[in-house]
């Protein structure tokens, strides 16, 4: 397995991409899979997010200082979704909400990583060299058993 940091990253965003799937093609009155699918989406975004901001947003700013708005967008970004995360983790999903948070979740998550793939992995890519990012990759990995399980005890949702 690589351990390539923007691999990883991808990866995860991978993951995310079909658990949203699954949540749009269970049927309407689907309320046990839909909590089960939620669950596991907050479980991911919130690994996902902890490894980004403890981790590889620090990286990448240090290394392409033109990625600092970026990252600090991305950021706000995380912020909007870790307390979206909080309100659904305690939502019944047979609340009239439900659905349309989760909606609003992965619509919000679909242009964060189209932002990070699109427009600035690649700068970081060629800033960082396979080395580092290896290096950083294997960070991450090592950080993921300590990422908590709340998505407010994300740094960003406190910014």
Do not use: C
């Amino acid at each position: 397995m690589s351990t390539d940091a923007i691999v990883l990253l991808k990866k995860d965003h991978q993951e995310v991409e079909k658990l949203f799937k699954k949540f749009e093609k269970a049927g309407d009155d689907a309320f046990e899979e839909k909590r089960q699918l939620v669950d596991a989406m907050i479980e991911e975004l919130t690994t996902h997010t902890y490894i980004e901001e403890e981790i590889f947003y620090p990286v990448a700013k240090e290394a392409v200082p033109e990625t600092r708005d970026h990252v600090l967008e991305s950021v706000e970004e995380h912020h909007v979704m870790v307390w979206l995360m909080a309100e659904l983790r305690d939502l019944d999903p047979q609340d009239e909400t439900f659905d349309a948070k989760v909606t609003v979740l992965t619509e919000n998550v679909r242009h964060h990583v189209e932002e990070e793939e699109d427009e600035w992995f690649p700068e970081v890519r060629k800033a960082l060299g396979r080395k580092r990012l290896q290096e950083v990759g294997q960070q991450m990995l090592d950080a993921r058993p300590d990422a908590p399980k709340d998505p407010l005890k994300i740094s960003s949702a406190h910014a």
